[in-house]
Structure formats: structure tokens, C-alpha cells
């Protein structure tokens, strides 16, 4: 399957700082991204859609002026959790996938937690 | 509303068989999928069902029926490894996007 890689894997940070998280897709052109939020034990939560190119969308409930993400290029989208506090704290993933693709590839996640 | 239901969790014996079901009420419909997600870790693409009937691939084996909105994963000859979390995901458009429409997941605990 194809590899997508995210960093950093694990961050700590204060609160009221901002923290970025890259995802890259390695070895194929991702024209779609997707970013999940997972609580413990708990299901994926699809935060937004980016589209190479275009703004994201983001699903009901999800801030988009905190939760920043940014598609530039085919191979790399950006979430920018800006302002944190510690109910920020979860672990993000992305995904690539979209168009024709049956299926989506994880990267490995991102383990934030915000003092 | 959109929801996909399946068990909490499933307790199996290794190297038996068991079977996750998922039922689903969407609004749109391209295909089920299963992902597999171990602690810690991120989920890995299992399967995925676009048409009618079992879909079989090496020790597991996915089975949909559009008509009943319904499917279920099925995993023979269970090893320890196979412990882990079990997603199904509808594979709906939304805005001109595919996007995946998760269930809660399913803890399998394997037992020796």
C-alpha cells in the first residue's frame, strides 16, 4: 500500500502555544487529505477535507480559525493547532486518499499533549 | 442521520473463526470498508465491498448486502496479532469528496 508519513510523532506543548503537524504522502500524488482527531479508546473523528489547492472543509463543531490546515502541494497538507489548550490533547492522524482510491492510507499519528 | 452500528467488543479463541458485523444508515452508499487499528497505532486498510457478497483475502474475508445494509469482516485461524480494534466505514460523496463514514469500531480480545 502506499506510505504516508506525519510529524512530528509525539508533541508536548504549553498552553496558548500553536503546534504544526506535516503529512505526507510519499510515493503517491494525494489530491485529498483527510484529518481525524482519536480520543482513547474511541473512533476516528474526521475533522476536515483538504483538497490540494483549495480551502478545506471542515465538519460541523470543528473550528477552522484553530484548527488551521493548509494543502499546498500534492504530497504535503498541514494542521495548525493554533492557541492550544489541554482539551486539545488527542491524537491526530491524517489520511490520504480520495478520487478513484478504494481506500484511505494513515499515516502513524500525532500524539499532542498540551499542558 | 448517518450511523454505523457494530459490537463493542468480541472475545475469541485462538485459532478459531469470528465474525464483526456492521449495519449502517447512510445517506449515500459507494462501498463498505474495513480497517484494522492496533493500540497506539494507526488504522490499516483491511477491505472493501462495492457489490454484493464475500470478498476473500487470505485469513479474512468481508462480506456485504446492500439490500440489508449490512456486512461483516470475518477472520479465520485468529493469532494473538489479530488482537486489536476492528472499523467498518461507509465510503460516501459528500461535496464532491469521497469520504469515510466510521463505526465505534470493535475491540477483539484473543485468548490462548
Known amino acids: 500500500g502506499a506510505v504516508v508519513s506525519q510529524h512530528p510523532s509525539r508533541v508536548i506543548c504549553k498552553s496558548g502555544t500553536s503546534v504544526k503537524i506535516e503529512c505526507r504522502s510519499l510515493?503517491?500524488?494525494?489530491?485529498?487529505m483527510f484529518w481525524y482527531r482519536q480520543f482513547p479508546k474511541k473512533s476516528l473523528m474526521l475533522m476536515a477535507t483538504s483538497n490540494e489547492g483549495s480551502k478545506a472543509t471542515y465538519e460541523q463543531g470543528v473550528e477552522k480559525d484553530k484548527f488551521l490546515i493548509n494543502h499546498a502541494s500534492l504530497t504535503l497538507s498541514t494542521l495548525t493547532v493554533t492557541s492550544a489548550h489541554p482539551e486539545d490533547s488527542s491524537f491526530y492522524i491524517c489520511?490520504?486518499?480520495?478520487?478513484?482510491?478504494?481506500?484511505?492510507?494513515f499515516g502513524p499519528g500525532t500524539r499532542l499533549t498540551v499542558t | 442521520g448517518q450511523s454505523l452500528e457494530q459490537p463493542s467488543e468480541v472475545t475469541a479463541v485462538e485459532g478459531a473463526i469470528v465474525q464483526i458485523n456492521c449495519t449502517y444508515q447512510t445517506s449515500g452508499f459507494y462501498g463498505l470498508s474495513w480497517y484494522q487499528q492496533h493500540d497506539g497505532g494507526a488504522p490499516t486498510f483491511l477491505s472493501y465491498?462495492?457489490l454484493d457478497g464475500l470478498e476473500e483475502t487470505g485469513r479474512f474475508s468481508s462480506f456485504l448486502s446492500r439490500s440489508d445494509s449490512y456486512g461483516y469482516l470475518l477472520l479465520q485461524e485468529l493469532q494473538m496479532k489479530d488482537s486489536a480494534s476492528y472499523f467498518c466505514?461507509?465510503?460516501?460523496?459528500?461535496?464532491?469528496?469521497?469520504?469515510?463514514?466510521w463505526g465505534a469500531g470493535t475491540k477483539l480480545i484473543i485468548k490462548p
Open positions: 510515493d503517491f500524488q494525494a489530491t485529498t
Open positions: 466505514a461507509v465510503r460516501d460523496e459528500v461535496d464532491s469528496n469521497y469520504q469515510l463514514i
Open positions: 465491498n462495492a
Open positions: 489520511s490520504a486518499g480520495g478520487g478513484d482510491r478504494l481506500e484511505q492510507y
